[in-house]
């Protein structure tokens, strides 16, 4: 008769406390970096020049077309002012772009995935990204001129990471996984020296860019730094109303 070893407690206790792998990226972000990589390849790889200038054109989102009705607006659809708040996350400007965007991505999609549900964390993002376009609309409200990547998103990911993700654990929370650390308020988040120096550094970037010195930054590439405001803002401070871990 073969006999099976039962684990001990102790080892039970450790298989708990395992952080997952460093490259154990959630299926859902895996999906969305790869739903916009095939957008893009749509776009350089089965459309003509003029064929994408018009696809641009009906997803990306066009803060002027929101009051007036320039050239512009008037070619595409009317009801692309709905979607395109959401669409123009899915576009960008070169692989270059999409490749920048993926990294940051994978880097803070991936906690904010392990902490929320596959439906919040789309929930999260999608609302994080139209935030970033409302940001953007406030500031440049007739500019008819399209705007598209996922910045904004991206850095809706970034806020909310900054509500548990960055933190150093607290003793009575030592054993927890990062994603399962319960989420600090934001004063705690800002009395947090790593976390203040993120936000710090975050903010002075994309005010800097917004100064006009985004050349140097960005490599002479346009950068719609209100829709990053925007994300990051909404982010930090609404992760919690999508958060499914109990505070404690």
């Known amino acids: 008769m073969s006999e099976q070893r039962v684990p001990s407690e102790d080892h039970q206790d450790g298989l708990r406390r395992r ?14 970096i790869a739903a916009m990589g095939l957008v893009h390849a749509y776009r350089t790889l089965g459309l003509g020049e003029i064929a994408d ?41 070169s692989w270059t772009h999409f490749g920048i ?16 549900s596959h439906v919040r964390f789309l929930a999260f993002a999608a609302a994080g990204t139209i935030a970033g376009a409302a940001v953007f609309y406030l500031v440049n409200t007739g500019l008819e001129v399209p705007v598209i990547g996922a910045s904004g998103t991206v850095s809706a990911l970034m806020g909310g990471a900054c509500r548990f993700a960055f933190v150093r654990q607290r003793p009575m929370h030592g054993g927890l996984p ?16 790593t976390v203040l120096i993120f936000v710090i550094a975050f903010f002075v970037t994309n005010f800097l860019v917004g100064a006009g010195v985004g050349g140097a930054l960005t490599g002479g590439g346009e950068v719609a730094w209100e829709a990053h ?7 930090f401070f609404c992760l919690p109303f999508f958060d499914r871990v109990e505070r404690v």
């Not at 607006?73 to 960008?92: G, K, N, V």
């Not at 965007?101 to 929320?116: D, E, I, Q």
């Not at 405001?229 to 982010?235: D, K, N």
């Open 101 to 116: 965007n993926t990294f940051w991505f994978l880097a803070f999609g991936t906690p904010v995935a392990r902490r929320l």
């Open 229 to 235: 405001l925007g994300g990051f803002v909404f982010g």
């Open 53 to 93: 200038a018009r696809f641009v054109l009906d997803f990306a989102f066009i803060p002027g077309c929101y009051g007036g009705a320039g050239e512009l607006c008037l070619i595409r659809p009317a009801a692309a002012d709905l979607w395109s708040p959401l669409t123009y996350a899915f576009l960008h400007g």
């Open 178 to 193: 990062e994603a399962l650390q319960p989420m600090i308020s934001v004063r705690e988040a800002l009395s947090d020296r």
């Open 19 to 32: 952080p997952p792998p460093a490259f154990n990226v959630p299926g859902i972000v895996l999906v969305l």
